[in-house]
């Protein structure tokens, strides 16, 4: 019989993934949508966000998973803001927020994925963000889709639009509470 060993997984992320690998697919235009980050350090101690997206269009690619980092140095925060504005259609460049990474769960944004070679193996990157209505699907716009799952989500973004039309109204430009979007 084997002899137990004691074993800290305490450090270890919860996530249970395949090999911790992203898919590789195609470079191209893909909607996806964020469903985790977190706020990491590399080992200089700068501190960046690493999101998990999972790719909601085109079908054949649907539930494949992607991997970004959008840092949080001053001169790399445009690729933040761009994340955040393709996902909740607010621009903050210029102004303070305090962010939450989960307002942009679940929001569907187009993203454009080049290939990258790592460590000897071609993988998926993230290259851009834009509004899901930047999007064509072979052609068309991917609002011709008619799943369930996208006619909920057109009615959430509908309702979040108005909302965030009374909210531009008492907005102050100093200080703009991204988590109430």
């Not at 970004?68 to 001169?75: P, Q």
């Amino acid at each position: 019989m084997a002899k137990k060993i004691r074993i800290d997984f305490t450090g270890v992320d919860k996530e249970i993934r395949s090999g911790g690998r992203a898919s590789h697919i195609p470079p191209g235009d893909y909607l996806a949508k964020a469903v985790s980050s977190e706020v990491r350090k590399t080992d200089a101690g700068s501190k960046y966000i690493s999101w998990r997206f999972q790719v909601v269009d085109p079908k054949k690619y649907k539930g494949k998973t992607l991997y970004d980092r959008t840092s949080l140095k001053t001169n790399a925060l445009w690729n933040l803001r761009n994340l955040i504005n393709a996902a909740v259609g607010k621009n903050i460049a210029g102004k303070v927020v305090n962010f939450d990474a989960e307002v942009c769960y679940g929001k569907t944004l187009m993203v454009t994925v080049e290939d990258d070679e790592y460590e000897g193996k071609v993988r998926s990157q993230i290259v851009d963000y834009q509004p899901k209505k930047n999007y064509k699907a072979n052609g068309a716009d991917a609002d011709e889709e008619e799943d369930d799952e996208e006619e909920e989500e057109d009615e959430y973004d509908e309702e979040e639009e108005e909302e965030g039309e009374e909210e531009d109204e008492d907005e102050d430009l100093e200080d703009v509470d991204v988590e109430e979007l």
